[in-house]
């Protein structure tokens, strides 16, 4: 978590889980729903605290929560709790998606589209989608 540090990573969580799930036996004491709820809480976790430290740092008295992650109720449940005086706004949950679901499915309709590019060309981060 780092001690004051606003800066996050989760890919360490990820190929933990990764490793830790090859080898995963189901038993009475320790089921994949439970790993799967310790992973979520982990990341919760840290995305709370993350979330208090920017806000004390910049003495914002809201704060907006959006994209695919603002879909977990978990999530919002704890930060509604964590942050006491804050004013949280989340968008509803139609409104709450994933950008690599938007981009797999504007790759889908520029496939069927019938325009079929060469995929040897260099990273433009800026590159419009229109």
Same mark, same amino acid.
């Given at each position: &978590?780092?001690?004051?540090?606003?800066?996050?990573?989760?890919?360490?969580? !990820?190929?933990?889980?990764?490793?830790? &799930?090859? $080898?995963?036996?189901?038993? $009475? #004491? &320790?089921? !994949?729903?439970?790993? /799967?709820?310790?992973?979520?809480?982990?990341?919760? $976790?840290?995305l709370v605290e993350k979330l208090k430290r920017? +806000? !004390?740092?910049? =003495?914002? =008295? #809201?704060?907006?929560?959006? @994209?695919?992650?603002?879909?977990? =109720?978990?999530?919002?449940?704890?930060?509604?709790?964590? +942050?006491?005086?804050?004013? /949280?706004?989340?968008?509803?949950? %139609?409104?709450?998606?994933?950008?690599?679901? &938007?981009?797999?499915? +504007?790759?889908?309709? =520029?496939?069927?589209?019938?325009?079929?590019? %060469? +995929? $040897?060309? @260099?990273?433009?981060?800026?590159?419009?989608?229109?």
């Open positions: &978590m780092g001690k004051e540090s606003l800066e996050f990573s989760f890919s360490g969580l !990820k190929t933990s889980l990764l490793y830790f &799930m090859y $080898d995963f036996q189901e038993s $009475d #004491t &320790m089921t !994949k729903r439970d790993v /799967i709820a310790s992973y979520q809480q982990a990341i919760i $976790d840290t920017a +806000l !004390k740092t910049t =003495k914002a =008295k #809201t704060c907006v929560i959006a @994209g695919g992650v603002a879909a977990n =109720k978990c999530l919002r449940n704890q930060l509604m709790d964590s +942050l006491g005086n804050t004013r /949280i706004l989340f968008p509803d949950l %139609s409104y709450c998606t994933d950008n690599a679901a &938007m981009i797999s499915f +504007l790759g889908e309709l =520029k496939y069927n589209s019938e325009n079929i590019y %060469s +995929l $040897d060309f @260099g990273v433009q981060p800026n590159l419009k989608l229109a």
